[in-house]
């Protein structure tokens, strides 16, 4: 049973520790009632070099950041928006640990329900090996505007979940995300209704 409102998420960040690195880009979809909500996307100035390997990983470069506002200043309106709502990620601890350490710098705390699509998939799809983003994508066709892009990705994830409903039996789902968020957390009134489309 998916709660009410959702945040589909993805970061681009300067590196992989969220205690040393800082986030270039946030992408997120909204969903609620199973509708699509919206979707927001904001490059961020880190406030350092990006490694050229992650220039060329995602195509954000030192020059598209350099005028971006700093996660500082996009916090309060993000911090907001990202209340009371499952965060939903791939590999969800990575994005949410940036979140936390970003949020925590300035003495906010974040501390939001998360969903992990790579367990989801990992639970749903035991026969399958691969539960890379990459192997979602080919594996179930799903659409990416941008691969590496935090829009695109997170664009993915709400793909990926409409597309589980229509694999698995809605029951099998619930079991599955209720063992990740833990039963005792589940709010009232959730919707065992699968998501519709954009």
């Known amino acids: 049973m998916l709660p009410n409102t959702l945040i589909f998420l993805d970061l681009e960040t300067t590196g992989m520790s969220a205690a040393q690195?800082?986030?270039?880009e946030i992408?997120?979809?909204?969903?609620?009632?199973?509708?699509f909500v919206g979707s927001w996307s904001q490059l961020v100035n880190p406030e350092r070099n990006i490694p050229?390997?992650?220039?060329?990983?995602?195509?954000?470069?030192?020059d598209m950041v350099e005028d971006?506002?700093?996660?500082?200043?996009?916090?309060?309106?993000?911090?907001?928006?990202l209340q009371g709502k499952l965060l939903i990620a791939h590999n969800?601890?990575?994005?949410?640990?940036?979140?936390?350490?970003?949020f925590g710098r300035l003495?906010?705390?974040?501390?939001?329900?998360?969903?992990?699509?790579?367990?989801?998939s990992r639970k749903l799809f035991p026969?399958?090996?691969?539960?890379?983003?990459?192997?979602?994508?080919?594996?179930?066709?799903?659409?990416?505007?941008?691969?590496?892009?935090?829009?695109?990705d997170a664009e993915v994830l709400w793909d990926f979940m409409r597309k589980i409903y229509?694999?698995?039996?809605?029951?099998?789902?619930?079991?599955?995300?209720q063992a990740q968020l833990g039963a005792a957390d589940a709010p009232a009134g959730l919707s065992t209704e699968a998501p519709s489309a954009a």
Do not use: M, N
Request: include cysteine; proline fraction near 4%; glycine fraction near 6%.
């Open 21 to 24: 690195e800082r986030i270039t």
């Open 27 to 35: 992408g997120l979809v909204e969903v609620a009632g199973g509708e």
């Open 52 to 62: 050229p390997f992650i220039q060329s990983l995602t195509g954000i470069t030192d």
């Open 68 to 81: 971006a506002p700093t996660f500082e200043q996009l916090s309060p309106a993000l911090f907001e928006r």
């Open 92 to 102: 969800a601890r990575f994005d949410y640990g940036f979140l936390k350490h970003e």
């Open 107 to 120: 003495d906010l705390t974040y501390l939001p329900r998360v969903l992990c699509t790579a367990k989801l």
């Open 127 to 152: 026969e399958h090996r691969s539960h890379s983003l990459d192997s979602l994508i080919d594996r179930y066709r799903l659409k990416c505007s941008a691969r590496h892009r935090a829009l695109g």
């Open 166 to 177: 229509e694999l698995r039996d809605a029951a099998l789902i619930d079991a599955a995300v």
